[in-house]
């Protein structure tokens, strides 16, 4: 069983900054991927980036220059480091981890951006 819970969330000025934070307990695979993802209302759960055991990562376009992601693989921390907030980056965050063919999701956080 995998658990991941988030924190780092809440309301933040535009073209502020916050950082996310995702701790992962339980066993996992030693090949694995961590990611953000967020949803907003009418909208599919996208990823905003991801990191793989290996260190690779991938990025959403609106996140490839202001974001930044980041892992402690044997402390299983993720964190998203989030700069130039906007309004259209607030959405409920959710963490997540992929394991050879096991999904699974942290409960949610939502980031709110607003002026």
């Known amino acids: 069983q995998v658990q991941l819970v988030e924190s780092g969330g809440g309301w933040v000025k535009v073209g502020g900054s916050k950082r996310l934070s995702c701790v992962a307990s339980?066993?996992?695979?030693?090949?694995?991927?961590m990611g953000w993802y967020r949803q907003t209302p009418g909208n599919s759960r996208e990823l905003v980036a991801s990191m793989n055991s290996g260190g690779v990562t991938r990025y959403a376009d609106f996140a490839a220059d202001r974001f930044t992601i980041s892992r402690n693989v044997p402390e299983k921390r993720m964190s998203l480091q989030m700069n130039n907030l906007k309004p259209e980056d607030s959405a409920v965050y959710f963490c997540?981890?992929?394991?050879?063919?096991?999904?699974?999701w942290g409960q949610g956080i939502q980031v709110t951006v607003s002026s």
């Open positions: 339980g066993d996992m695979a030693a090949r694995n991927i």
């Open positions: 997540n981890l992929w394991e050879q063919g096991n999904n699974y």
